[in-house]
């Protein structure tokens, strides 16, 4: 069924390749916007190939380098990493109209306030997922699961706007829930990747065998508990069950336990990390709130290392 919503997806990796993959598929007018000139060119040249869950296939769809040229869109998937939030909204203003919805798909804290303080807090919508990815190839994208995806207002309470994208993706086969407190909901995922991601990065292992390691699941467990502490402690009604019910879709069957965190990848590709918006978002928010949080701190400087060691080996080659 053929939607006359136009949307952009700001950030054609993994996930944003995924999304826009399946809503393309499903008829809603997609199209991606990413630097990276191979991937986009073989979208462009062959459609996006979809591998793993739901089975192999190849969607039609349009990918461009720049937003130079394009119509406003209707909604504005922005699913870059969060380090470059701030410079990929300002280099896509102007396909941000009057009626234009931004909707954060990424990880950690903060990326809502960044696409507020450019495109006005009314048209900010606050969004998460658990549903696992990879860039396999250029224009290939392996789907680990499908599982829950929100919507939600960031100021919290029902939100028409919200239901009625939420009900769009829904029914263009990405199934998505209107969220009443997607704080809440953000806050339930980033402390399990809090847990995770820093770990499975320094280790070099897929989540799920994160977890099989007694002293690495100690550590994911302080970590996220040190995590509901900082929530509790910034007004959030989140516990420890809460993050144990996320962890728990995530690592187990038709969960993503198989996947290597976003953050492992971006290690072992020697790239930035977000480490600053997810264990630094902690410790920065432990400090203010006088809110030990050791663990994280480790974890943070550990990851701080790594990329350090990477940006040195670099210049050096």
Not at 31 to 44: A, M
Not at 66 to 86: N, R, W
Not at 235 to 253: E, F, K, T
Not at 267 to 276: A, G, N, S
């Amino acid at each position: 069924m053929k939607d006359t919503t136009t949307l952009y997806v700001l950030g054609a990796g993994a996930m944003g390749s995924l999304f826009g993959g399946i809503l393309s598929e499903g008829g809603i007018d997609v199209t991606l916007i990413d630097p990276w000139r191979e991937h986009v060119d073989t979208i462009n040249a062959n459609g996006l190939r979809i591998v793993g869950f739901g089975g192999d296939r190849s969607v039609s769809l349009h990918a461009v380098t720049s937003t130079k040229g394009l119509p406003c869109a209707d909604i504005l998937f922005v699913q870059c990493k969060s380090y470059h939030t701030e410079a990929a909204i300002t280099a896509a203003m102007n396909v941000v109209g009057p009626a234009t919805t931004a909707i954060s798909f990424q990880n950690g804290l903060g990326n809502e306030e960044i696409l507020a303080s450019a495109v006005g807090e009314g048209r900010v919508l606050g969004g998460l997922t658990s549903q696992g990815a990879s860039v396999e190839a250029p224009g290939v994208v392996r789907s680990y699961a499908e599982l829950p995806t929100h919507v939600g207002d960031m100021s919290g309470g029902y939100s028409e706007r919200a239901a009625r994208i939420a009900s769009m993706m829904s029914a263009h086969g990405l199934p998505t829930s209107d969220s009443a407190d997607i704080r809440l909901e953000i806050w339930k995922k980033l402390v399990v990747n809090v847990g995770i991601n820093a770990p499975s990065a320094i280790a070099g292992l897929c989540i799920g065998d994160v977890l099989r390691v007694p002293e690495l699941r100690r550590v994911v467990n302080r970590a996220i508990n040190e995590a509901v502490s900082v929530a509790q402690a910034s007004g959030l009604a989140l516990d420890r069950q809460h993050a144990q019910d996320v962890l728990n879709g995530i690592s187990g069957p038709g969960g993503s336990g198989r996947n290597h965190s976003s953050m492992g990848v971006d290690v072992q590709k020697r790239r930035p990390t977000e480490i600053d918006f997810m264990n630094g978002a902690i410790v920065r928010l432990g400090w203010r709130h006088d809110v030990p949080t050791p663990v994280n701190e480790t974890l943070l400087a550990a990851v701080k290392g790594i990329e350090f060691r990477n940006a040195e080996v670099e210049c050096a080659g």
